[in-house]
Each structure stands twice: as C-alpha cells, then as structure tokens.
C-alpha cells in the first residue's frame, strides 16, 4: 500500500510504501515446519530498502528512512509524483502521430528524459547495482521535470563477473533476449539494463509498447520480427541457446526509423545500438550519454 | 567450491585472518572494546563457526564476507550478551544470504543449527534489531569485490583467479 503524506516535523511531502509482513508462502510444501512461519524481512524490500539508502544521485529516488516494527514495514521516500507511463498515457493519440508541433514536443521531451534515464541508470551501474526492472512504470517525474529512477524492489547488488542469477526478473516487455533464452539460472549483467532503456526510449516517442509479448516465446517472436532473426545464434548471444531457436521463421531486419517516425537520424543510431542482441556490444550507459544524439544544447522550450 | 577438507581447513584459518585484519581495517576502532563479556577468543570461535555454516550451505563468498562485516559492524554498536552471541552471528548469516544469494535458508532451519538456542523469535527480533542499527546500510564493499575488480583489470586466467579467492 503507498501513501502520500506530510511530515509534521519537516513540512516535508513524502511517499510511504507500508509492507505487511506475510507468512512465506514461497516455502517447499514439503516443509511443513516452515510454511507459514515468520522469515524475519522480506529479501525484495530488504533488497530495495539497502539499495535506494546506499544510492545517492539526483536521478535516484532518496529514501529518507525505513521502520520497522512488529509484522509492519515502512519505506519513506520524497514524494516525486507522476511516473512516466502515466504521463504517456495521458497524452493524446494525435501527439504521436505527425502533427508536426505537438510530435516535435514529444520528441524534444523524449530526449530530455532519456538522458535522465541514462544518467540514472549509468551511476546505479557504477556503484555496482543492476536493476533488472527499468520501465516507464518506474520512472517518476518531478515538477521541475527531474525524472527519478525508482522500483528497486528486483535490483540486486552485483560487480563483473557475470555470474548466473534468476531468470524471474525484468517486466516480460521490457526483457532482454538473454534473459528470456538463457535457461533457469541466466548469465546476465549490466547490459541488460540498456536493453530495457531502449524499449522505454522507443515508448516514450511513439506512445507504445515496443515489444508486447504475451509469453516469453511470443516477446522472443516480437523482438526477431523487429530487429531480425539471427542466423547464427549462439554466436550472435555469446552464449549456447536452447535448439527450439532454430524453427523459428527467419525475418529480415525491419528499418527503425520506419517504426520510430519522426526520430531523428542520431536517435535511431542510439537506439538501435541499445539493442544489439550481444550483450558485449550493446552499448554501455556512459557512452550511451556521450552519443551525438545528446550532444548539444537540447534544454526545453517553454510551450 | 570443490575444495577437499584439507585445504578447506587451511583455507579456514588463512580467511579467518584476513577477514581479522579487514574488518578491522573497515569498521570502528571500537570494535570489540565496548563489549563486556564477549571476548576476541569468542569471535574467533564464532567466525570459524560460520565459515563452516557457510561452506555447508554452499554459498558464495561475498555472502560470507557480508555476514562477518554485519557481524563487525553491529558489534561495533550494540552491547550484545554473551547468550545473544551466536545469534547476532546467525543473523548476520542470514541477512548477508539474503542480500546476496538467489535462495536463502530459513529461519527455522537457522534456528536448528544452533542446536535451537536461538529460537526462531529470537532470530527475527535480532534481524530487525540489526537492521535499524546498521540503519539498512548493508552495500559495503567486500574483499571479495576488490579481487574481481583487480583481477579483471589485470586480466588474469581463471586458476589463477581461484588461486587468489583462496588466499582471501
């Protein structure tokens, strides 16, 4: 359950995320003695309560501070506001379409928050944690237009080695290919992140969904009919890939710009090196920043 | 992981003693100063406790690492009795594997390896405990993350890799 409320002390408007301690469901049936049994904090909260305090960056959400009394935990963070599906959301079909005005606003918008996102998503990677949940679902817009990474609630704290980690993470849309072939237990790291970045990216300028799957075999389908059907995949993937890969359809590269109207050159440049199918060679947060796209003065205009 | 017991007890010791050293390194001067009845003996008969614990549940060391600097740290604050001792160790044990590990054992089965002198209450009142202590401020680095880091940026081969996870 979240709130919004003001602190008396402070003045200060804040958001509280109240967490009632369940009893484990999660436990073996065979486990009779754990099954319903108290297992102290939640390892999701405790994982995005210690990430958000140990994150300290105006593009990160700030949790001010975390209770914890008996069977009831409570996350206060600053009170930030609308989140970036909603915002997307909320504007009209013509605003997407090429009524030249209202889409080139869009579109200048669309880069002043992708570079937010970057920036966010570059220093949660520097100090070692992967989000494994970016979406527009869990951006948040402040009213001077600050955009905040939240949703740290899949994030885990993890350095180089690629290690082999759990497949249940990322909304299934914003999944990296990786992660959806890599078996029970993935190898995956940072880049898949940026993956997740650049379906947002796509979302934010044409208001939908770039890859909606229904399964994980459905996204898999979606994203090959995109961006194409590799011909050689376990060296487009690095990695060995299940053999079922081999009976899909083979569909040629469509062209981005095509699907993204409107976008400038640089910009479908960007986007298509965000997701590459290696994950060695997408492209990383900070080069990601230093990409011609973002070069220039892009502040907004008043409109 | 596929150490013979041996080398596993050789190991034992050469962790232990750097672990020593490191926390010292990392955590307050005080460290086991403001304790009255837990000796530095008991921490090392603790922190031997837990390496085997660990290496039971086949865990991974930045796991192990995080529980002793938990450990380290809380002591470095809170005044624990000595028959609280073995499960502000347990606890830490606890919270360092679920921070860092896919699956974490439960409480119950925590509660039994210390042979039930810790109750699984007992357990979670000192996770919470240790939790607001420490103010949630679980991301600290590790020794284990330094040698990654190193070890990339010398680009070393994995034996050699392994040869230096040992010695940590």
């Known amino acids: 359950m979240v709130v919004k409320c003001e602190s008396r002390v402070s003045g200060k408007v804040m958001v509280v995320k109240r967490i009632k301690k369940m009893p484990s469901v999660s436990g073996d049936a065979s486990d009779e003695d754990e099954a319903g049994a108290d297992q102290g904090f939640p390892v999701r909260y405790l994982r995005e309560a210690c990430l958000l305090r140990a994150c300290n960056h105006p593009n990160v959400m700030k949790l001010e501070f975390v209770t914890y009394h008996e069977g009831q935990i409570e996350l206060f963070s600053e009170f930030v506001g609308l989140n970036v599906e909603d915002y997307i959301s909320s504007l009209s079909d013509e605003y997407f379409t090429r009524n030249k005005q209202k889409h080139e606003w869009v579109l200048q918008l669309g880069r002043y928050f992708m570079k937010q996102v970057l920036k966010g998503i570059d220093y949660c990677h520097s100090i070692g944690i992967l989000l494994r949940d970016v979406k527009p679902r869990n951006f948040l817009i402040s009213s001077d237009g600050t955009l905040k990474l939240t949703g740290f609630v899949l994030a885990r704290f993890s350095l180089l080695p690629e290690e082999p980690l759990t497949q249940q993470v990322v909304t299934l849309s914003y999944r990296a290919p990786e992660i959806i072939l890599g078996g029970t237990y993935p190898v995956y790291t940072a880049p898949v992140d940026i993956w997740s970045a650049g379906c947002t990216f796509a979302e934010m300028i044409t208001g939908r969904t770039l890859f909606e799957g229904d399964s994980e075999i459905g996204q898999l389908l979606k994203i090959f009919k995109l961006l194409g059907t590799p011909s050689d995949c376990n060296k487009s993937f690095c990695f060995e890939v299940p053999s079922y890969i081999e009976l899909l359809p083979q569909w040629q590269p469509q062209s981005l710009s095509e699907r993204l109207e409107g976008l400038c050159d640089e910009g479908v440049d960007l986007l298509s090196r965000m997701l590459l199918y290696h994950p060695c060679s997408r492209i990383t947060a900070r080069d990601a920043l230093k990409h011609p796209y973002f070069q220039g003065d892009h502040s907004l205009m008043k409109t | ?168």
């Open chain 2, 1 to 168: 992981t596929g150490l013979d017991a041996q080398s596993l007890l050789l190991t034992n010791r050469r962790l232990e003693n750097n672990i020593w050293t490191q926390s010292h390194a990392c955590s307050m001067r005080t460290h086991l100063s403001r304790q009255e009845t837990v000796t530095e003996e008991m921490r090392t008969v603790l922190v031997n406790w837990l390496i085997e614990v660990h290496f039971k549940f086949r865990y991974r060391e930045p796991c192990l690492h995080l529980t002793i600097q938990l450990l380290d740290r809380f002591l470095a604050r809170r005044v624990v009795p000595r028959r609280r001792y073995q499960t502000a160790g347990v606890t830490a044990f606890l919270l360092g594997c679920k921070f860092e590990e896919r699956q974490n054992p439960h409480v119950g089965d925590l509660s039994y390896i210390t042979e039930y002198s810790s109750t699984r209450q007992n357990i979670v009142d000192m996770e919470r405990e240790m939790l607001l202590q420490l103010g949630f401020d679980l991301v600290q680095p590790k020794p284990s993350c330094f040698l990654e880091r190193f070890s990339k940026a010398a680009g070393l081969e994995t034996t050699q890799r392994i040869d230096g996870k040992m010695s940590v």
